[in-house]
């Protein structure tokens, strides 16, 4: 690991560094106020990784990573015992990130720590031809990591969403939304756990498995739905020919 000092006339001291997080190589830096109007202090912190996957993630969250970067993630949301970590804001910018079939492109991510807890302020990526713009918190609850997103997409296209899913829906343009409420770090945890409700709207669609229904082609199409046991199920929809 490279440190190299840097005193900036805003009134920071810190230093930079090339760091490692599960093997990968990043860009970071950490840089601490030499004088402060409020309390607690911040630390503020980049990183810039390449490509990220949540299998990583969530062996960070586990505590199984070593290193600063880990540690704030195991120590902050992993299970065990609590470890208070001082005010940290900082600013997260990725190559992409996988999840599962998913891929976020070029993410950029604003977040802050403090005591156990994460907050995401705002996460902005390309995604399935679209954006997505999300927020949230993570905290611990009993040992165990609770979340709360709120995520929203647009201008995605139905062929690339459909993909992540494993299935092949058809045409169109999708904008949705979602709030949820998660628990674990795990993956198969995370799915089972999740709860909360979607919203979505589907744009001059077409489905070409379904000819001679309704949605073998329609000009809009929108509903509301909930996520709850691992399942979505859709309470109300909308649909124009």
């Known amino acids: 690991m490279k440190k190299v ?7 920071f001291v810190g230093s930079q ?10 860009r970071g830096s950490i840089q601490y106020p030499t004088s402060c109007d409020q309390q607690p202090c911040p630390a503020r912190f980049t990183l810039q990784p390449g490509m990220l996957n949540a299998a990583t993630i969530e ?4 505590g199984r990573r070593r290193g600063f970067f880990g540690r704030i993630l195991a ?7 609590p470890a208070p970590w001082p005010l940290l804001q900082g600013r997260v910018q990725a190559a992409g990130l996988k999840v599962g079939r998913l891929v976020l492109r070029d993410p950029v991510a604003r977040v802050s720590v403090q005591d156990r807890k994460l907050t995401i302020e705002s996460l902005d990526a390309a995604a399935l031809g679209g954006a997505v713009h999300g927020s949230g918190t993570g905290t611990v609850s009993g040992g165990n990591p609770q979340w709360k997103l709120d995520v929203r997409l647009t201008g995605a296209k139905a062929r690339d969403a459909a993909a992540a899913f494993g299935e092949a829906w058809g045409e169109g343009g999708l904008n949705g939304e979602a709030q949820l409420t998660l628990s674990g770090v795990q993956a198969a945890d995370l799915e089972s756990s999740a709860n909360g409700t979607f919203h979505f709207t589907w744009l001059r669609g077409r489905v070409g498995a379904l ?6 082609h329609f000009n809009r199409w929108s509903g ?12 109300s929809s909308n649909l124009a020919s």
Do not use: N
């Open 17 to 26: 560094a090339l760091v490692q997080l599960a093997g990968m190589e990043m």
């Open 75 to 81: 120590d902050t949301l992993g299970q065990g015992t």
């Open 5 to 11: 000092l840097v005193t900036g006339a805003s009134g």
């Open 211 to 216: 000819k001679g229904t309704p949605l073998a």
């Open 224 to 235: 509301d739905g909930t996520v709850a046991h691992g399942a979505l199920a859709l309470t």
């Open 59 to 62: 062996a960070a969250l586990a």
